[in-house]
């Protein structure tokens, strides 16, 4: 649930990176809270839950999004490919699966070395 949190603190940061878990985690408690409310919507007969959440969570969306492909390398405009039916989906979802450049990069530092630094084993 801190992934997600954390999220919503950076509601409209779009600089930066984002590790792989930061993005998965917020996607997959995105998707639940969605099901929930869509469902509950169905049994009240009001789809007005899930659409006010959605509009909540858009910019969230959009800038971990673009924080995560800035952890590849990619600039955040990489999102466009989503309007391409089909072959943008799947280029986008490879790029979003990647494991995070090792190294500092354009967009900033290595992530996962800070959260190395601030855990140690």
Do not use: C
């Not at 490919?81 to 450049?101: H, R």
């Amino acid at each position: 649930m801190n992934w997600y949190i954390d999220v919503l603190k950076k509601y409209a940061v779009f600089s930066g990176r984002a590790t792989r878990s930061e993005y998965w985690y917020f996607v997959l408690i995105n998707t639940i809270i969605t099901f929930i409310l869509v469902a509950i919507g169905n049994s009240i007969g009001s789809n007005l839950l899930d659409t006010v959440y959605s509009l909540s969570v858009f910019i969230p969306t959009l800038a971990v999004t673009a924080r995560r492909l800035h952890d590849i390398g990619k600039s955040g405009w990489w999102q466009l490919l989503l309007f391409m039916p089909i072959l943008g989906i799947i280029i986008l979802i490879i790029f979003l699966t990647k494991d995070s450049m090792p190294f500092d990069n354009l967009y900033g530092s290595n992530p996962k070395e800070l959260l190395d630094s601030n855990h140690p084993v």
